[in-house]
């Protein structure tokens, strides 16, 4: 199935969410959790993704993740992700209490479409408090989500991105085998995997083409991650945006929507004059206003 005939699919039968000028949200994408193993991209980043979605939590915002949240290619075994990475999880769990995460699913973790296969994630083991914990019961992933202005009735579209790309969505299981059996034991004598966007840039431009072509033909602000190239349009006719990643070398990447404008911002490791060290935040392109 084309990504046109994809997208279409879902834009009729995602859930809706609707907002307003007070709403905050930041958009964040492809952090590939992983088992804290040497293939565990996340690792690098982990405290500037930890400290960034402290400031997010504590500032009022919602946090939606567009996919790739969790490598599931790669690994198996969901709750040893969590186990990994117990205090990202938890942090995760304080937005979910307060009806502040939506998480979706990319071409890594789509099975986490399967209620059943998110059972480990209603509770965790609290090292400090030996015993069990309620984390995220009852998470719902879903492959898109609206976000719907309640006073203009314009409309946000969000996906992971991978749609309609034919090794990472129609025949996204044998990719799996490719990725978990060939390429990951490959990936120590620096082979990249073929079926990865993020890293083949001629795969990652025809993918950005696809979805930037599909939001101008349906006048349809999209927003997207999968590719891992954050995109901030300077064309104001132009709809398609991508928040990046939290996989990039020595930062990571997120789109903010706040007062009615979208922002793209990094987080990364700085330093005082004194030459302490420190995370924080930098503007690259915005804000912009919604219409």
Known sequence: MSTESRLNKLLKTTPVISYDYLSRFVIMSDCHRGTGNWGDNFLKNQNIYSAALRHYY????????????????ENRNMEEIVATHSDIF???SCFYKNNRLHMLCGNHDFIKKKPQFLRCCNDYYCESQCSKLPLMPG???H?????QNKVSGSSIFLVHGHQGDLLNDTFWKFSRFLVRYIWRPLELFALNDPTSA???????????????AWSSKHSQLLIAGHTHRPIFPADK??????CGSCVHPYCITALEIRDNKITLVKWLVKSHPDLSMYIGREIL???AALS
């Open 285 to 287: 392109a915005g804000p």
């Open 237 to 242: 006719d132009s709809l398609y945006f991508n």
């Open 90 to 92: 938890e942090l995760l």
């Open 58 to 73: 504590q500032n009022g915002y919602t946090y939606i993740e567009l996919g790739d949240g969790d490598e599931l290619w």
């Open 198 to 212: 993020a890293k083949n840039n001629t795969k990652k431009s025809a993918v950005e083409q696809r979805l930037s």
């Open 143 to 147: 492959e898109s989500l609206i976000l």
């Open 139 to 141: 998470l719902c992933v």
